[in-house]
């Protein structure tokens, strides 16, 4: 079944604001990818973490990997309207060549 | 660019009638896969393609088959469709050996079964 779990589910906010996600597993992960989806598209990479501990940055986007390996967060500084959509967590899943998804934190901005 | 194409963008079936959704990706990938998208669920795996030859079942795979065609196309078959078949179905494609972080995803298939 799922192993990824992310919260908060949904998020609504200004913008402008800065914005914090986690995923949580049940397992241990050795690669966490942060994805998104812009409504009817596919999910597109945004960053990809390697190693505990690690603090990676896409522009305004800040993704760690967290030290026990269970855990990933991601943070938006600064959000625009363009940051609308689903984000997902993802990592490897028995083995290398398949990827499992956390469930989705959905983001929408107030006018 | 066309990445990985998915068709048809949509479809309503109803409980029992079958049909096959397409997709095909011109960046020589070796792996394809499908995933199913509901609400509150994530994606989930349903039958995945490490290579030209090869299928393996992912995490929801009953009431699907799969066809690896060629390298470049994966097609995904609903033989008796279900209303717990009501998705978003995704392709995706992947190198090998970097498939962790190489997915590319088509822009899905909309499937209502009534």
């Known amino acids: 079944g799922q192993q990824l779990n992310q919260s908060p589910q949904s998020m609504f906010i200004q913008e402008g604001e800065d914005v914090s996600m986690n995923c949580t597993s049940s397992?241990?992960?050795?690669?966490w990818l942060w994805y998104k989806q812009d409504p009817g598209e596919g999910p597109v990479l945004l960053i990809a973490?390697?190693?505990?501990?690690e603090l990676t940055s896409n522009g305004r986007l800040t993704a760690q990997f967290g030290i026990t390996r269970k855990d990933s967060f991601l943070n938006i500084s600064a959000s625009i309207p363009s940051d609308v959509g689903i984000y997902f967590c993802?990592?490897?899943?028995?083995?290398?060549?398949?990827?499992?998804f956390g469930t989705g934190t959905r983001l929408t901005i107030i006018p | 660019n066309a990445g990985v194409t998915q068709t048809p963008k949509f479809q309503v079936l109803k409980t029992g009638q079958s049909m096959t959704l397409q997709c095909a990706q011109d960046?020589?990938?070796?792996?394809m896969y499908w995933y199913r998208q509901d609400p509150g669920m994530g994606l989930r795996l349903i039958y995945y393609?490490?290579?030209?030859?090869?299928?393996d079942k992912g995490e929801v795979p009953n009431g699907y088959n799969v066809s690896r065609l060629n390298k470049r196309e994966f097609s995904l078959r609903l033989e008796s469709a279900a209303p717990s078949q009501t998705s978003v179905y995704f392709c995706?494609?992947?190198?090998?050996?970097?498939?962790?972080?190489?997915?590319?995803f088509g822009s899905g298939t909309r499937l209502t079964v009534v």
């Open positions: 995706a494609s992947s190198t090998l050996g970097t498939g962790t972080y190489g997915y590319t």
């Open positions: 973490l390697y190693k505990a501990g």
């Open positions: 393609s490490a290579s030209e030859g090869t299928t």
């Open positions: 960046m020589n990938h070796n792996s």
């Open positions: 993802a990592g490897p899943w028995r083995g290398n060549e398949k990827l499992t």
């Open positions: 397992s241990i992960f050795n690669t």
